[in-house]
């Protein structure tokens, strides 16, 4: 009797143990929640940016009605625009004034595919770290990326915006008015450098407006990438 029992006893948990088996085989298999890929929300975001706010600028008075990027004078020319103004000709120096602004609304919109490619193409070195950085954390990072690779492309833009818009020919005339003044100083300043910087800072200062809205907002976290990486932040 002991000897039936104790057969009884080592069989059953054996049953047990293998009918549990078969019933967890039989479950459905519990899918793991896919990792956030942090560095593609925020290239999101960039991307973004460009799309809402940059495409301001390429606009008629995207640049020049804008006080957040509107372009004005280096401080060489500041001087000739003061003694054209003194000497009747204000409506030149503002017409020279708008023409630098004419031509960065020009090259940006041409220029807008180079800024998209360079945002697709960034390598984040420390995806999280940024996402947990302040409201423009990845807009700085692009910009210490690419700001020297994207004035190499842009620049050329701008040259050909100058001619488009007829900004070269304006500067032509008001420098040379200003030079004809007696007892000033000649300038010949490089306004292809000066608005390509200057242009190049406004898209920038844009990309940077539409990261902080969506950091601060959660309507403008218009994707469910946008809405899975940011939460992250939150």
């Known amino acids: 009797m002991f000897r039936k029992l104790s057969i009884f006893l080592l069989v059953f948990p054996l049953v047990s143990c293998a009918q549990l088996q078969q019933v967890v085989k039989n479950l459905p298999q519990v899918q793991q929640t896919p990792t956030v890929d942090i560095a593609s929300g925020l290239r999101e975001a960039l991307t973004?940016?460009?799309?809402?706010?940059?495409?301001?600028?390429?606009?008629?008075?995207?640049?020049?009605?804008?006080?957040?990027?509107?372009?004005?004078?280096?401080?060489?020319?500041?001087?000739?625009?003061?003694a054209l103004r003194k000497i009747g000709l204000s409506s030149l120096a503002d017409?020279?004034?708008?023409?630098?602004?004419r031509a960065a609304e020009n090259a940006v919109n041409e220029a807008t595919p180079v800024f998209?490619?360079?945002?697709?193409?960034?390598?984040?070195?420390?995806?999280?770290?940024?996402?947990?950085?302040?409201?423009?954390?990845?807009?700085?990072?692009?910009?210490t990326k690419t700001e020297t690779a994207l004035y190499q492309k842009f620049n050329p833009?701008?040259?050909?915006?100058?001619?488009?818009?007829?900004?070269?020919?304006?500067?032509?005339?008001?420098?040379?008015?200003?030079?004809?003044?007696?007892?000033?100083?000649?300038?010949?300043?490089?306004?292809?450098?000066?608005?390509?910087?200057?242009?190049?800072?406004?898209?920038?200062?844009?990309?940077?407006?539409?990261?902080?809205?969506?950091?601060t907002k959660l309507s403008s976290r218009t994707t469910t990438l946008l809405q899975q990486v940011f939460k992250l932040q939150d």
């Open 116 to 143: 998209i490619s360079a945002v697709k193409d960034i390598k984040f070195d420390d995806a999280k770290t940024i996402l947990l950085g302040n409201n423009s954390a990845a807009t700085e990072y692009l910009t």
């Open 157 to 215: 833009v701008i040259k050909q915006s100058f001619s488009k818009v007829g900004a070269d020919k304006i500067w032509a005339n008001l420098i040379n008015k200003y030079n004809t003044i007696p007892f000033t100083k000649s300038v010949n300043a490089d306004l292809t450098d000066y608005v390509t910087t200057e242009a190049l800072k406004g898209v920038y200062k844009m990309i940077a407006i539409e990261e902080e809205e969506i950091r």
């Open 48 to 82: 973004t940016g460009i799309d809402k706010q940059v495409s301001k600028l390429t606009q008629k008075d995207g640049f020049f009605k804008n006080e957040l990027v509107r372009i004005g004078l280096p401080e060489d020319l500041r001087k000739v625009d003061k």
């Open 95 to 101: 017409e020279g004034l708008k023409a630098l602004n």
